[in-house]
Protein backbone atom coordinates (compact mmCIF):
# COMPACT_ATOMS: atom_id res chain seq x y z
CA UNK A 1 0.00 0.00 0.00
CA UNK A 2 1.11 3.34 -1.02
CA UNK A 3 1.51 6.65 1.39
CA UNK A 4 -1.90 9.05 1.57
CA UNK A 5 -1.64 12.14 -0.76
CA UNK A 6 -3.17 14.70 -0.84
CA UNK A 7 -3.60 17.39 -3.98
CA UNK A 8 -1.08 19.52 -2.86
CA UNK A 9 1.45 17.07 -2.31
CA UNK A 10 1.43 16.43 1.48
CA UNK A 11 1.55 13.12 2.51
CA UNK A 12 0.79 10.38 5.50
CA UNK A 13 2.62 7.67 6.27
CA UNK A 14 0.72 3.93 5.73
CA UNK A 15 2.53 2.47 8.19
CA UNK A 16 0.27 4.78 10.57
CA UNK A 17 -3.17 2.74 8.89
CA UNK A 18 -3.95 -0.14 11.12
CA UNK A 19 -6.73 -2.68 11.03
CA UNK A 20 -8.89 -5.15 13.28
CA UNK A 21 -10.23 -7.69 11.17
CA UNK A 22 -13.39 -9.64 11.45
CA UNK A 23 -15.29 -12.75 10.01
CA UNK A 24 -19.08 -11.50 9.30
CA UNK A 25 -20.14 -14.66 7.74
CA UNK A 26 -18.36 -18.18 6.53
CA UNK A 27 -17.62 -21.41 6.70
CA UNK A 28 -16.03 -23.07 9.84
CA UNK A 29 -12.75 -23.28 8.55
CA UNK A 30 -12.40 -19.12 8.09
CA UNK A 31 -10.66 -16.86 10.70
CA UNK A 32 -9.69 -13.16 11.06
CA UNK A 33 -6.00 -12.14 10.80
CA UNK A 34 -4.44 -10.70 13.11
CA UNK A 35 -4.59 -7.19 14.54
CA UNK A 36 -2.46 -4.62 12.63
CA UNK A 37 -1.16 -1.46 14.80
CA UNK A 38 -0.96 1.29 13.29
CA UNK A 39 2.08 3.47 13.77
CA UNK A 40 1.98 6.34 16.39
CA UNK A 41 2.24 8.96 13.75
CA UNK A 42 5.32 7.75 11.70
CA UNK A 43 7.09 10.59 9.52
CA UNK A 44 7.09 10.04 5.94
CA UNK A 45 10.07 8.32 4.47
CA UNK A 46 10.46 6.56 8.05
CA UNK A 47 9.70 2.79 8.40
CA UNK A 48 8.95 1.16 11.64
CA UNK A 49 7.29 -2.03 10.22
CA UNK A 50 4.17 -1.16 11.79
CA UNK A 51 0.49 -1.09 9.95
CA UNK A 52 -0.72 -1.77 6.38
CA UNK A 53 2.28 -0.78 4.56
CA UNK A 54 3.48 -4.24 4.26
CA UNK A 55 0.65 -7.43 3.23
CA UNK A 56 -0.73 -8.38 6.14
CA UNK A 57 -4.12 -11.20 5.98
CA UNK A 58 -7.22 -9.89 6.74
CA UNK A 59 -8.27 -13.34 7.05
CA UNK A 60 -7.26 -16.88 6.61
CA UNK A 61 -9.08 -19.96 5.50
CA UNK A 62 -8.23 -24.38 4.45
CA UNK A 63 -11.57 -24.47 3.00
CA UNK A 64 -13.40 -23.41 -0.14
CA UNK A 65 -16.67 -21.22 0.22
CA UNK A 66 -17.99 -18.07 0.44
CA UNK A 67 -16.81 -15.72 3.25
CA UNK A 68 -17.86 -12.03 4.26
CA UNK A 69 -14.89 -10.29 5.83
CA UNK A 70 -15.15 -6.72 7.69
CA UNK A 71 -12.43 -4.99 8.89
CA UNK A 72 -12.28 -1.61 11.19
CA UNK A 73 -9.62 0.21 9.79
CA UNK A 74 -7.64 3.46 13.02
CA UNK A 75 -5.35 5.62 11.17
CA UNK A 76 -2.74 8.15 13.46
CA UNK A 77 -1.86 10.73 11.31
CA UNK A 78 0.94 12.57 12.83
CA UNK A 79 -0.45 15.94 14.64
CA UNK A 80 1.81 17.88 12.18
CA UNK A 81 -0.46 17.13 9.16
CA UNK A 82 -1.95 19.97 7.01
CA UNK A 83 -5.94 20.05 6.78
CA UNK A 84 -7.06 18.19 4.05
CA UNK A 85 -8.42 15.11 2.04
CA UNK A 86 -5.97 12.38 1.65
CA UNK A 87 -6.39 9.07 -1.25
CA UNK A 88 -4.81 5.75 -1.02
CA UNK A 89 -5.16 2.20 -2.50
CA UNK A 90 -5.95 -0.50 -0.27
CA UNK A 91 -5.36 -3.84 -2.28
CA UNK A 92 -7.06 -6.80 -0.83
CA UNK A 93 -5.80 -10.24 -2.73
CA UNK A 94 -7.57 -13.76 -2.70
CA UNK A 95 -5.28 -16.96 -2.78
Given amino acids: MGDFTSG???RINSE????????VTAPLAVIAGPV???????AVGASTGAGLKTARPLAISVSMGTAQLSASLVLQAP?????GTYNT????TAI
Fill in 8 to 10: TCD
Fill in 16 to 23: NLGWVPRV
Fill in 36 to 42: VAPGAGV
Fill in 79 to 83: TSTPA
Fill in 89 to 92: TLTL
